[in-house]
């Protein structure tokens, strides 16, 4: 196990090392010359000498090679240089705008984990009958609301019409009970229909079956043979999710105002502020990564015939 | 249970209460930045303009008003300015805005004067001294028609306390944002908002209000829920509100909807470029009379933007020159495009074989540049010309600006105090619309020369000459589609706030002469 785990995580190198040279060669290769983007978004008119004194500044100046090596070698030592935007460190920047981030994924991961699974294995136990529709019906809403719709209509009903949570801001813990909602809204859908098929496909299999026929109870029926089993795919999607929570945080950042690592992000996308987007694809290349480690992880604990490392 | 219900008012309402009766809270899409008066983004005009003080200030129909020189005179050879500084002005820290602090903030500006060689001042400076405390003396290389407007400017002619500086040049930043404006900052937080507080040295009518809170609302929509459900006071400023919500709002008892005065000019560029197809001067007039831009005005613009007929409005100093506008004609239009060659071939018209199908850049995610472009589009359609609209992400649009890739594409005037001096000095070198369009017009050496001749001179006679020539050589020439005038747009919470004016440049915001709505 522990093998796997430094295989793994010796891998991170080189998919670092191809992640970063194919973002810095189609940012530097795309239709946008970076030193008119830079001097645009300093708001400096770009004259011919205004262009040429930018491309000696960012050594644009110099051939493709030479400037990658001299970027990398710079990242190596966490130096990724300053934003075209803010003028700030890129890293600073980056470590300023993650824990928003990192609390809004984390709390809406917290979320769907406690909230889908209890409500799947319960629908799936007490199929069709008036909750388990009502749950569907709900799985349904989930799934076909836009996340940027659902986040207006919160914020029209609960803080224009009722007034009850303010509409934005993060300065008390009320301030991420919408965020959190609109942005785990369809991962939870999601994930409590996946629980309910899971559970219900498990509830028919043979070791389930023999467990009955051994005369064990019903709780310890569910609880060891069907549960733990149905878990493994749950486990799975929720590594997956993981990065949708990440994707879906830019546009919940973005509606309530929470000065996040996403919004900074897209900002940065938009404006061509090429530090920080090869910062950004490191760092997330390095999370997705790392989630689906974990997730591996969790699943040799669920399921012990998994052998990593010796299959192959 | 009396526990928890405590808990509840103290995390899940208090947010509601914590705005003060004296503080007035607005929305902007980005912070402040670092306040630095010398240098560009991330620095946000409209706060450089709040923190700091220019010598002199851009007033009302473009006059001139002292501001930190309390009076001013001007040699007979328009090269030397004497500024008298005004004597009861302090910075925020309480020290004295003297000739001293001015030298070190040109000393700073000049040091890095190849970042500001937009602004043709800093090419005109020749030399500059504190003759004494209380006088500060600005010598040009020759007179220099735009001396005053552009030392008014938002930035890089604003002072800084000499307590601001970390060494000459102000380039790599400064040590703390300390100026002599109505309002200092007084707390930042990244993503989140600005705090500014009343400047109490402030040598003008202090603000009424305590603090303004400015809150980071990058989404246009979170902003109007923002103001909506009272989580901010005012919405004001260029792109702050859309139109449709500056118009849905007016009609709503609780909010007052107020525009400005007209501030720049929203024009299309046609490419008189000779690769294109609008390099012809004839397809250029055929194009300009076929739009009918009341309809823009009326059906996108909602009537908020004044139509327009010439590239600067006839009521900016200078540009007055009498010019016959473009009118609505599409019989005329196809007239021009006939005799030109371009004859019609079924719903399009042809020369020798080729289609007359032209772009028109805009940037992808503006609805209101998509919404005029399909106007143009359905109005070009009728006279058989095919318009392609091309969307572009910002940056390339700016781009296509420069290296005039665009057939046609969307610009804007820079509004006071740049137009027209300022403006018209731009067209010269190749970093806009303009250049690209313009540059191979057979006029625009004798162009160029005259705008060259209007930096160079002080004498209004000569001055009203020259723009005569300029402006109407560009009007004939056919490059520029005015579409409109446009204004600055504020709304406001009216049981919140009281006395609103507007500020004179679209990035000066007159907080400090605004009231809380109780004290009326």
Redesign the interface.
């Known amino acids: 196990m522990a093998y796997f785990i430094i295989k793994r995580l010796l891998l991170l190198i080189p998919i670092l090392l191809a992640v970063s040279f194919i973002v810095f060669f189609l940012l530097r290769f795309g239709p946008v010359d970076p030193a008119y983007a830079y001097l645009t978004q300093s708001q400096i008119p770009p004259t011919e000498e205004a262009l040429a004194q930018t491309r000696i500044e960012l050594g644009l100046d110099r051939p493709f090679p030479e400037q990658y090596l001299s970027w990398l070698k710079k990242a190596v030592t966490m130096d990724f240089g300053i934003s075209y935007v803010t003028k700030r460190p890129v890293l600073d920047d980056v470590l300023y705008y993650l824990p928003v981030t990192l609390k809004l994924t984390g709390l809406s991961m917290l979320f769907i984990v406690f909230f889908s699974v209890p409500l799947g294995v319960y629908s799936a136990l007490h199929r069709d009958g008036p909750w388990d529709r009502g749950l569907s019906l709900l799985s349904f809403a989930g799934v076909s609301f836009p996340s940027f719709w659902l986040g207006f209509l919160l914020i029209y009903v609960l803080s224009l019409k009722l007034g009850w949570l303010a509409p934005f801001g993060i300065s008390s813990p009320s301030g991420y009970v919408m965020p959190v909602l609109t942005l785990s809204f369809m991962s939870f859908a999601i994930n409590m229909r996946l629980t309910r098929t899971s559970v219900l496909e498990h509830m028919g299999a043979r070791s389930v079956v023999y467990a009955r026929a051994r005369g064990l109870s019903e709780r310890n029926v569910i609880g060891k043979h069907v549960l733990k089993n149905s878990m493994i795919p749950i486990v799975t999607s929720l590594g997956m999710h993981f990065g949708e929570l990440l994707g879906g945080a830019v546009i919940v950042e973005t509606l309530f105002a929470l000065p996040g690592l996403g919004r900074y992000a897209v900002g940065s996308i938009y404006s061509h502020d090429y530090p920080v987007i090869q910062c950004f694809m490191l760092l997330m290349t390095a999370v997705f990564i790392l989630v689906n480690l974990a997730a591996d992880i969790i699943y040799a604990w669920l399921n012990p015939k998994i052998r990593y490392g010796e299959a192959g | 249970m009396r526990k928890m219900l405590s808990f509840f008012i103290v ?2 309402l ?3 209460f ?1 705005a003060y009766a004296e503080d007035l809270i607005i929305a902007w899409p980005v912070n402040a930045g ?1 306040l630095n008066p010398h240098t ?3 620095n946000q005009m409209y706060a450089q303009v709040l923190v700091y003080d220019a010598l002199v200030r851009y007033g009302a129909n473009g006059v001139i008003e002292p501001s930190l020189a309390e009076s001013w005179s001007v040699s007979d050879d328009g090269r030397i300015y004497s500024f008298r500084m005004r004597k009861n002005a302090r910075f925020s820290d309480g020290t004295p805005v003297n000739a001293e602090a001015v030298v070190m903030n040109f000393d700073a500006v000049m040091s890095n004067k ?2 500001h ?2 602004v043709g001042l800093t090419e005109k400076i020749d030399s500059y001294r504190a003759a004494g405390s209380d006088t500060f003396v600005l010598i040009l290389k020759s007179p220099y028609a735009a001396a005053l407007e552009e030392l008014s400017l938002p930035r890089p002619f604003r002072i800084l306390a000499p307590s601001g500086f970390d060494s000459v040049s102000t380039y790599k930043g400064i040590k703390k944002p300390v100026g002599s404006g109505p309002w200092k900052i007084e707390e930042s ?4 908002y600005d705090i500014f507080a009343r400047n109490e040295f402030y040598w003008g009518e202090k603000p009424a209000f305590d603090r303004l809170i400015v ?5 246009p ?2 902003r109007v ?2 103001l ?2 009272g ?1 901010v006071d005012m919405l004001i400023g260029e792109g702050v509100i859309s139109l449709e919500n500056f118009v849905r709002l007016g009609k709503n008892d609780k909010f007052e909807a107020v525009k400005s005065g007209p501030q720049q000019s929203n024009v299309i560029v046609i490419n008189a470029g000779a690769d294109k197809l609008t390099g012809d001067k004839a397809v250029r007039k055929a194009l300009l009379h076929a739009v009918n831009r009341q309809v823009v005005v009326k059906g996108v613009l909602l009537d908020v933007e004044a139509p327009a007929e010439t590239l600067f409005r006839p009521g900016l100093k200078f540009c007055g020159t009498k010019l016959e506008p473009y009118g609505f004609d599409p019989a005329l239009s196809e007239k021009l495009l006939d005799e030109a060659g371009w004859k019609k071939d079924g719903n399009i018209r042809k020369k020798n074989g080729r289609p007359l199908e032209i772009s028109l850049y805009y940037i992808g995610t503006d609805p209101r540049q998509k919404a005029v472009g399909e106007v143009i589009q359905g109005d070009l359609a009728k006279i058989g010309v095919k318009l392609l609209l091309k969307a572009q ?4 649009f ?2 296509a600006q ?1 290296t005039g890739a665009f057939d046609l594409i969307f610009n804007s005037t820079w509004g006071a105090p740049f137009d027209p001096h300022s403006f018209l000095s ?1 067209m010269r ?4 619309a303009d250049y690209a369009a313009q540059k191979d017009l057979p006029e625009k050496a004798a162009v160029d020369k005259a705008i060259n001749s209007i930096l160079g001179t002080s004498d209004e006679t000569a001055l009203k000459k020259y723009y005569d020539y300029v402006l109407t050589a560009l009007h004939e020439s056919g490059v520029y589609m005015p579409i409109s005038y446009g204004v600055n747009t504020a709304v406001y919470n009216k049981s919140r706030v009281a006395g609103f004016t507007f500020g004179e440049m679209k990035t000066e915001f007159m907080f400090h002469k605004m009231k809380p709505a109780e004290v009326k």
Not at chain 2, 189 to 192: F, K, P
């Open positions: 995390f899940f208090l947010p509601f914590t670092p560009y983004a991330p190849a970042r060689a937009w937080r990244l993503g989140e809150k980071v609302l990058p989404d929509n979170s829920l923002a909506e459900t989580a992400e910002e940056v390339s700016y781009q420069k731009s070198a190749s970093s806009h």
